[in-house]
């Protein structure tokens, strides 16, 4: 975020979705097959984060003792805020004091009131009392939300905790600020439905292996995430930041369609596949695995729309910061980003198990239309963050 400039931000984090997703088909992936006991290695699960760990450890030694340090630009330095380090620490542990009292209220007071309101009206209709239970649980979710976010930003105030308060304060005083997180909220929104899911219904509705879903949807989809993600950072230097956006917005979305289909029309529609048995030393499949010819096709799709569409709104997350508050801002808007995911894990499978799988899938590709109208509004806005080498900004 302050090293690149403009021009090179769609490249730069199309490198940091390949990094992170790389570190996810190890994760994922690779723990799918390490752990299957039929086709795979069959290594128990303690195990398995004994390694995970250690790996960590590993990764972070590393971090810490050979990446080379980079300077920052000279602007950077002369316009970082001067604040007291003492002040930030109390500001931060009042603002986790804040949080940790949101949680037990959320606990103790309003998952019981929830329960207390919408209860008796749940009952009287023809919901399963785990679906029941499951909406009451949202409600808590939200309230609780309401209450611990008002209640943090008057612990940072009453702390004075100026980085934190600066940041905000000069990111809410940019025009459009209000309509970019609402956008940033809304923009992985789909995405999220489906991803919230899409393991489960692999698994569970359409009972493929353990083996297949990890070979295919953790190692070989998240190597076409890290495909897409690049390819979506050099499509960019000859979009621009608007048009790739919507470009990969829209593919993103329609790709939640393929998900429909395969629940609409399952299995063995497009054939199948023999992946054969290996062992390359850190991870074996154990015998023959078939991989669904369809399973293949949604997964490649999905992925490579995905990796595009993150390369693109990192970018965003990138050009909105201010280097004066690049921590501080970077921090507020990827949390805003997770929200989608945060609210959309308990709904989705409310959803699920209220509608079914097909009608699941629509819902979540219509969710994203909100988010492709705003960015037609906000398209002004966003091309002033954006430099296209070569090309003059749109009218």
């Keep these: 975020t302050d090293l690149l400039p403009p021009a090179e931000r769609g490249l730069g984090s199309s490198r940091n979705v390949a990094g992170y997703r ?88 309003f998952t019981p009131l929830a329960g207390a309101l919408l209860g008796p009206w749940l009952a009287g209709g023809t919901l399963a009392p785990t679906l029941q239970a499951r909406w009451i649980d949202l409600a808590a979710l939200l309230l609780g939300l309401g209450f611990t976010l008002p209640l943090a930003a008057w612990a940072a105030r009453a702390a004075r905790f100026a980085t934190l308060l600066g940041g905000l304060s000069a990111y809410f005083s940019q025009p459009g600020a209000a309509l970019f997180l609402l956008f940033i909220v809304l923009y992985k929104l789909s995405d999220a439905f489906a991803i919230a899911l899409v393991t489960p219904f692999l698994l569970k509705a359409m009972a493929f292996s353990s083996a297949e879903v990890g070979v295919v949807n953790k190692v070989l989809g998240l190597w076409l995430t890290i495909a897409g993600a690049l390819a979506g950072g050099v499509l960019m230097l000859r979009m621009g930041l608007w048009r790739a956006l919507m470009v990969f917005g829209v593919l993103q979305a329609v790709s939640n369609l393929g998900y429909w289909w395969l629940a609409a029309h399952g299995k063995g529609t497009l054939g199948a596949l023999q992946l054969p048995a290996f062992d390359w030393g850190f991870v074996a499949l154990a015998k023959a695995t078939t991989v669904d010819g369809s399973l293949l096709a949604v997964i490649a799709f999905d992925n490579v729309a995905g990796g595009m569409g993150t390369a693109a709104f990192l970018a965003l997350l990138m050009s909105l910061t201010q280097q004066r508050f690049t921590a501080t801002q970077f921090a507020m808007l990827s949390a805003f980003a997770s929200v989608g995911r945060v609210w959309v894990g308990p709904m989705a499978g409310v959803l699920a198990e209220s509608i079914g799988w097909p009608a699941f899938f629509i819902v979540s590709t219509v969710v994203a239309a909100p988010s492709l109208w705003l960015l037609v509004h906000l398209r002004p806005a966003v091309q002033r963050l954006e430099v296209v080498p070569g090309a003059p900004a749109d009218d």
């Design 22 to 109: 790389a570190a996810m088909v190890v994760s994922g992936g690779l723990a799918m097959i390490w752990t299957d006991a039929v086709n795979g290695g069959g290594m128990p699960w303690p195990t398995l984060y004994r390694w995970m760990a250690l790996a960590m450890v590993g990764a972070a030694v590393v971090s810490a003792l050979a990446l080379p340090k980079l300077a920052l630009p000279a602007a950077r330095g002369a316009d970082a805020p001067l604040s007291a380090g003492r002040q930030d620490v109390l500001g931060f542990l009042a603002v986790l004091l804040a949080v940790a009292v949101g949680y037990v209220a959320t606990q103790q007071l």
